[in-house]
Nanobody, 129 residues
């Protein structure tokens, strides 16, 4: 069973930055669209961002646009989520997922977690003063 691995979470103050990493050993990383999702306490999982396998397109939900940047390095089998100007409502467990079937992300509204083949166990981000 392929297990992706997230890292980089932590406890930070509002306005701070963090960079999350998602590593996918044992797969042809470049074949997969990579999505970042999060689950806040008491809330459903939501998509945050996605980077396509087929081209350089990306997608973001409105609440993180201009604050978060997704990127990938296929040679390192790693995707990143650079998060800046963090807010308390960004507090969540962040997960990365890999989607082989839908290689192009499209818009954030088109992203469906159930289409993702592999997942990590998550990394916790807490934004608090």
């Amino acid at each position: 069973q392929v297990q992706f691995v997230e890292s980089g979470g932590g406890l930070v103050q509002p306005g701070s930055s963090l960079r999350l990493s998602c590593t996918g050993p044992g797969v042809t990383f470049g074949d997969y669209a990579i999505g970042w999702f999060r689950r806040a306490p008491g809330k459903e999982r939501e998509v945050v961002s996605c980077t396509s396998a087929s081209d350089s397109s990306t997608a973001y939900i409105d609440s993180v646009k201009d604050r978060f940047t997704i990127s990938r390095d296929n040679a390192k089998r790693t995707a990143y989520l650079q998060m800046t100007n963090l807010r308390p409502d960004d507090t969540a467990v962040y997960y990365c997922g890999a989607n082989l079937m839908r290689r192009r992300c499209g818009s954030a509204a088109q992203i469906r977690a159930y289409e993702y083949d592999y997942w990590g166990q998550g990394t916790r981000v807490t934004v608090s003063s």
